[in-house]
């Protein structure tokens, strides 16, 4: 599903991000994007949804070479994924149910559509009381929940998470790491670029952990510290 092949990323300002990673990910995987600060797990994360390009190598994402892409072919790319970030990302003055169907919207999809799923998958997410609120009536966990139901309300094929959980208490982290874990038990393709370690640990799940632009381990039911 995604497939990296002999991947470097050099940013204009000379950065090396990545450096010769090569990485496969089948449908349906739950993998954990593990390392310290500034080790590439967000500029991996950008080269999939192709708000980076590589330097060098191939991204291949459900077959279509990311790199390569033409502009106009951008658009269709980014309707195979779904994508949360840190800080949510929510349009201020829109409930969390226009949130939602804001992302239906923009692909073309019709009210009646729009008017079925939505409540849906606010209900997946445990939102379904609060599809009124704006963000800044909800807390931090229910704003990532929002962020959560626009990345998956158009059922992408892979969701990619960056630090989903970094503006949140623990507790409030595990809820947000379930529901993703919950995500991929419905068959999307997960990739979470975490510093959880607890949770991480617990999970045991797919850890692959970079560290300076390589990848420094992978292991099928890893932990988060470095593997010796
Ligand atoms: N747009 C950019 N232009 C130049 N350098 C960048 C850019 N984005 C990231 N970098 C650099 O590339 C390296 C990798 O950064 P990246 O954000 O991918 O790491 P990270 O593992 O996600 O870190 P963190 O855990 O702190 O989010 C760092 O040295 C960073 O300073």
């Known amino acids: 599903m995604i497939e990296f092949i002999n991947v470097s990323k050099v940013y204009p300002n000379g950065v090396t991000a990545l450096?010769?990673?090569?990485l496969h990910v089948e449908r349906g995987e739950f993998v954990f994007l593990v390392g310290p600060s500034g080790a590439g797990k967000s500029t991996l994360?950008?080269?999939?949804?192709?708000?980076?390009?590589p330097t060098q190598g191939?991204?291949?994402?459900?077959?279509l070479n990311v790199g390569r892409l033409r502009r106009r072919d951008v658009p269709f790319l980014r309707r195979q994924m779904g994508v949360v970030f840190q800080d949510f990302k929510l349009l201020p003055n829109r409930t969390a149910y226009e949130n939602v169907a804001f992302a239906?919207?923009?692909?073309?999809?019709t009210p009646r559509q729009i008017r079925r799923?939505?409540?849906e998958v606010l209900e997946l997410v445990g939102l379904r009381d609060k599809a009124g609120?704006?963000?800044?009536?909800?807390?931090?966990?229910?704003?990532?929940?929002?962020?959560?139901?626009?990345?998956?309300?158009?059922?992408?094929?892979?969701?990619?998470?960056?630090?989903?959980t970094g503006n949140l208490d623990p507790e409030t982290a595990?809820?947000?790491?379930?529901?993703?874990?919950?995500?991929?038990?419905?068959?999307?393709?997960?990739?979470?670029?975490?510093h959880a370690q607890t949770i991480v640990n617990a999970l045991k799940r797919r850890v692959?952990?970079?560290?300076?632009?390589?990848?420094?381990?992978?292991?099928a039911q890893g932990v988060y510290e470095r593997a010796i």
């Open 45 to 53: 994360v950008r080269l999939i949804y192709r708000e980076e390009t």
């Open 117 to 119: 799923r939505v409540p």
């Open 104 to 109: 239906m919207f923009v692909t073309g999809h």
């Open 174 to 194: 595990w809820g947000i790491m379930e529901l993703l874990v919950e995500i991929n038990r419905r068959g999307t393709t997960v990739l979470v670029a975490t």
């Open 133 to 164: 609120a704006l963000p800044s009536e909800l807390s931090g966990g229910e704003q990532q929940r929002v962020a959560v139901a626009r990345a998956v309300v158009n059922h992408p094929k892979i969701l990619l998470a960056d630090e989903p």
């Open 19 to 22: 450096e010769d990673v090569s």
């Open 58 to 63: 191939v991204v291949m994402v459900d077959g």
């Open 208 to 219: 692959v952990r970079l560290e300076g632009g390589r990848i420094a381990a992978d292991h």
